[in-house]
């Protein structure tokens, strides 16, 4: 039987946005949302950590190989969301909110569909170092 | 159905302490906490963690706003903690040892009495780079 | 005669930015800024250290309290440039490229003009955590 | 009943290894391996935290002397591994691939076998600060 | 000719300190000193760089072995400071306030009798991640 | 005229080396290089810092472009460091030791003859988070 451990690998993107409620008046989106609702948007550097479970093969020692995971990590969500304006440049976020936790569920949902399925897979995204967000929790 | 993440938050504090057990002999102290032991106390820049999961709200995108969360963390435990003594100015090691542990199971039942009762708790409290606490494991 | 000694204080901010000079062609802006060209902007979490060089005060042992130092830098330099677009919400930055290095330099002119001419300045600024910008060299 | 939480204790060590497997040709190493089978080695500085859950002692405030926990790395993990050829100068990765997984795994095993049963143990090693591995996942 | 190099090493300590003068009234030491007046005492996790430039030997490729110079620190400062209350518990902080300022000049003064006259020595002292400072400036 | 900035790239590779003079005997370079004359070879990831002073050009604000610096500092020294053994695979270091400080200025000479004649060059690397070399001192 193999022992299934987490393998993880870490990568970065920089990208605008803006956080509001389209429906919501200035002085509501100001309110839940303080300076993170200035209309001409701000930015950050966004850590991403991807985690896959599973069992470790025998013959060549890995769970998945972290090169391979960093290629994907590009193609679906680096080259999507890298120097780009969340609100405006992305189809994911033109009605759903940029907010921490919905960036690392939509980067969850975009690498879950390419990864095998005996991999469990969980997202750590930090927004600044002083917060971040984990999905599944 | 929402979907459930963990949102985490990073605060720190600096603070002086002394491990002891005050029915033991010095050589007993010293055997057990070594140099943790000074009489004179020594001190620590602590690093905190919080971490609460819960539902993303539909129409917010949060599952709760860490300013509010960073504003909680000051009044229930910078404000006690940070810049004292844990040993001589704070209720809660009078008689409580103020080793690592213990201090994040206080942070932890400190935060817990004011959160929603829907969002799970959880506390990470580094002493030193080297050495930190889980809470709960 | 009094020792002179450098004390430091990191602080950091968030903003958007787009690098872009108005006169060139797209073609010429994508040659030379690349993805930093892109015309919704993208954005960082800025790091920024504040070195000030002088004497160590002989009754108070400090050269500058940083707690001032906080303070100047909070309302000199996060209060203009924290979660705003720096292109469009600034009056450094309506003509003048937002690259690091003009950044760097900004903030330099924005504290120099407040502090006590006996200190010497010097601005370190991370834009993320592999490119940074030193001024005065 | 008492507390139960996690106490982490953070070390390194310095390594020489090459991954390959011994019945594949050359081509087939490079394929899997790519750099990482350059048959000369390369090396990392390994950043290795150890996890141990279990209940507070109530009269010290301890789970685990932390002290203690640091000099049983150093006899296990470290006086092997440190400064070594993983593939030549240790037994543990004569015929097993020093994978990060697999040196996970092999650290797990060398002092799950010196600790207190009652302590729940998990290992994570950083091979750089891009990649790591968790064990039990 | 020879190359001429700095070499450094990180090593670190943990202390408590007040900051106050001995002459001034409490409300003058509160005015300056703030929360770093705490009458018993705060404390801090200090991370130390210091910095050897010197001449590379040609044949072994060292300016000074890091290692010796760990040991020193060893000696000359973290026997003297670690775990230790720096105004009660050392001669060199009975009378001199224990800023990092201070501090810093202080471990310069200790190193700089034991190293050899050929080389020169620079300290960089953090007190917090935000606070740090450097000697000679 | 110009203003003078410094402008950094981080970058990183990993490698394998071994610290030893041929003409001494065994108990000589055991003596001056401890653990480091592993027969066997030990590793480490280099983390390096390129420093490069100059003028703001005023059209880009650009001192030199990173994205070109990154390139060459992959072409010059990743592309001949990473994932080797230092000793038995480069040119640099068949007869010259492979001390942080040799590897430190043969970075040096290599980026220089690259780079415009007008920017200054300085080097910084870490062998390991506590060891670290700076060139030119």
Redesign the interface.
Known sequence: MS??????????F????R?Y?KDWSDAQNNE?????N?A??????YNLTV?L?GP?DE?????Y???LLSDMIKEEVLDKF????LN??TEEFKT???????I??VIYNLLRKKLPEHL?LRIKLYE??????????
Chains 1, 2, 3, 4, 5, 6 share one sequence.
Do not use: M, S, W
């Open positions: 022992t299934i451990v987490t393998v993880c690998r870490n990568e970065h920089n990208a605008a946005h956080l409620v839940v949302f303080g300076k993170c200035n001409n948007y701000h930015g950050h550097n985690e479970t470790i013959q060549t020692g890995y769970v190989d972290l090169k890298d120097h780009k304006n405006l440049d759903l909110i940029p907010t921490a936790e919905n690392t569920v469990a600044t170092e002083r917060n971040f967000v984990i999905y599944p929790a």
